[in-house]
């Protein structure tokens, strides 16, 4: 079975341009997640999708982030236009569905972005 | 709001020796908790979780994590450590939703030594 896929792997931009960040989810898994991991830290939530609706974006810089999940299967994370402080790992996991229980996470590995 | 704190940021231990990794964590009830590792260029793994019953619990590759409620604690524990488990670990907990919102810690780096 197929993981969790990303692209691109890497990303080098100049500021104040855009980037974009492709995330597959697992087929079947309803709920995908997207989160900003910073040099030295773990990971934080950015946003969080059941099917194609966004449930949970409270961490989403939404003055230069946005995200959507047309169709209920892929998604796209946008950031226009980038910033210095934009550079991280851009982490993408999917599970079954959300909610109370045994809804592991998987976790794609990532695309490192690098604004310079 | 819960939190995940772990005080080492990096460990060497020796190949074949014992190895612990610490966790604490804040949360005002009984938490949902989860030790992930992460290999340079991977995503994370999911190594074992605790929701409830038997407070230690046992993982893929060899590790066990014993929950501690009056320690706030979940340590992340293995006897004989292989070269292989070179890695990051994150500890991160759960609200009463479980998986849904976790909070990570900011990570251990593990390195093994020959």
């Known amino acids: 079975e197929a993981g969790v896929v990303q692209s691109p792997r890497y990303k080098i931009i100049e500021k104040k341009q855009p980037v974009a960040f492709w995330c597959n989810p697992i087929s079947g898994h309803n709920t995908l997640y997207w989160y900003r991991q910073n040099l030295g830290q773990g990971p934080e939530l950015l946003i969080r999708?059941?099917?194609?609706?966004?449930?949970?974006d409270s961490q989403l810089p939404k003055d230069r982030f946005s995200a959507e999940r047309l169709k209920g299967v892929d998604s796209t994370l946008k950031i226009q236009p980038a910033e210095l402080g934009d550079s991280a790992v851009y982490l993408c996991?999917?599970?079954?569905?959300?909610?109370?229980?045994?809804?592991?996470?998987?976790f794609g590995p990532g695309t490192r972005l690098t604004v310079l | 709001a819960q939190s995940v704190t772990q005080p080492d940021i990096h460990i060497t231990v020796s190949e074949g020796a014992s190895l612990e990794l610490r966790c604490n964590y804040s949360?005002?009830?009984?938490?949902?908790l989860f030790w992930y590792v992460q290999s340079p260029g991977q995503g994370l793994q999911l190594l074992l979780k605790y929701f409830s019953g038997d407070t230690l619990v046992q993982g893929i590759k060899g590790f066990e994590a014993e929950f501690k409620r009056s320690q706030s604690s979940f340590n992340l524990r293995k006897p004989s450590v292989h070269w292989s488990d070179a890695a990051e670990y994150f500890c991160a907990v759960g609200g009463y939703t479980g998986f849904q919102k976790l909070v990570f810690g900011t990570g251990t780096r593990l390195l093994v030594s020959p």
């Open positions: 996991a999917s599970s079954l569905e959300a909610g109370e229980g045994n809804n592991e996470q998987f």
């Open positions: 999708y059941e099917n194609e609706e966004a449930v949970d």
């Open positions: 949360y005002g009830a009984t938490p949902y």
